[in-house]
């Protein structure tokens, strides 16, 4: 038996968050392989049509939190990185029910969508009774499993810059299998070059360390150069990037992931003429 509340508004949503500890419930797909006590609550979120919505407008494309994989698969408004990374999540039945905010709140960093929130510097918004708050993603993660939300509060939207979302792009997702695998290493990578000068580049790596990497002060080593000032900082750039990537040892060895990470990589640059 499941206990809970199905909210079908915001404001009704809230309400309840602020006065019981109920779990957000979105898809469901990570909640319920998990076990917890007989009298846990649930606040259902799926009939809650402002956490749908998918739009675009002149600065940013925007998502609910709600909005399942297939929904976004669906629209013509998703960016083509973000659906390269969700075509390669579970299968379509756990994609018709699993939400992007979900994957996010799940603070996995194998959690594949949220690779691309993080290369991208998708902003996510964050409302409860008493206000909205609109944090960087990376700001949101403060360890495995952990995620800066305070009791009360709901992740509503995400807002992905339009100068950002539709850049030249490398998505890899290396698993145990072609498909519904759960990433081993994964690894995003976008970047602007404009009359053979660098005004972009982002790098994001996922399931290596307890979060998701991004270290956007070492990808600004070739922000501003031209490709061939970028041949001469490569060095120096892969040198770093190999230090701050650090894997986890687990079922995936350490040295394999390093090595992944620093080959897909190597290619984006190459990919890049660097
Ligand atoms: C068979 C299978 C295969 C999978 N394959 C992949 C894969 O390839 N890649 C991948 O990344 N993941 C995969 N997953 C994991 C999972 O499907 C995703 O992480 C999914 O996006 C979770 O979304 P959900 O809506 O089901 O989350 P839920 O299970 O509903 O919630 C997950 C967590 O987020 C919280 N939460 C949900 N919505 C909100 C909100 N709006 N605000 C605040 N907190 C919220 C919940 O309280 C809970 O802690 C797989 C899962 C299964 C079962």
């Known amino acids: 038996m499941v206990n809970g509340y199905a909210p079908s508004g915001m404001r009704e949503a809230l309400d309840i968050l602020s006065k019981t ?34 739009t675009v407008d002149a600065e940013y494309f925007i998502c609910g939190a709600c909005c399942t994989y297939t929904e976004l698969l669906n629209s013509r408004h998703t960016p083509d990185l973000l659906k390269e990374a969700i075509a390669r999540i579970a299968a379509p039945a756990i994609r018709n029910t699993a939400t992007i905010g979900g994957n ?17 510097d998708t902003l996510v918004r964050i409302q409860s009774k008493n ?12 360890g495995r499993g952990q995620i800066d939300l305070l009791p009360g509060e709901l992740i509503t939207e995400f ?22 695998a759960i990433s081993r290493v994964s690894f995003a990578g976008i970047s602007d070059v404009s009359d053979g000068q660098i005004t972009h580049f982002a790098t994001a790596f996922g399931a290596v360390s307890d979060v998701i990497i991004r270290r956007p002060e070492l ?12 041949k001469v900082a490569k060095e120096e750039y892969l040198a770093k990037m190999d230090e701050t990537l650090v894997p986890i040892q687990g079922r995936v060895s350490a040295a394999y992931r390093k090595a992944v990470c620093m080959n897909f990589l190597e290619d984006f640059l190459a990919k890049n003429g660097i």
């Not at 996010?104 to 991208?120: E, F, G, H």
């Not at 206000?131 to 403060?142: A, K, T, W």
């Not at 100068?163 to 145990?176: D, F, I, M, Q, T």
């Open 21 to 54: 500890s109920a779990i957000p419930y979105a898809g469901g797909t990570d909640l319920m392989i998990q076990e917890v006590p007989a009298d846990t609550n649930y606040l259902f979120l799926h009939r809650i049509r402002d956490l749908k919505c998918i």
């Open 104 to 120: 996010v709140a799940n603070a996995s960093p194998k959690a594949d969508a949220a690779l691309i929130l993080m290369v991208t």
């Open 131 to 142: 206000g909205v708050r609109i944090v960087p993603i990376s700001d949101l993660y403060l």
């Open 159 to 180: 807002w992905m810059p339009n100068n950002r979302a539709h850049l030249p792009h490398s998505y890899e997702k290396v698993g145990g299998r072609k498909a519904l």
């Open 219 to 230: 990808d600004a080593l070739l922000i501003g150069k031209s490709i061939e000032e970028a």
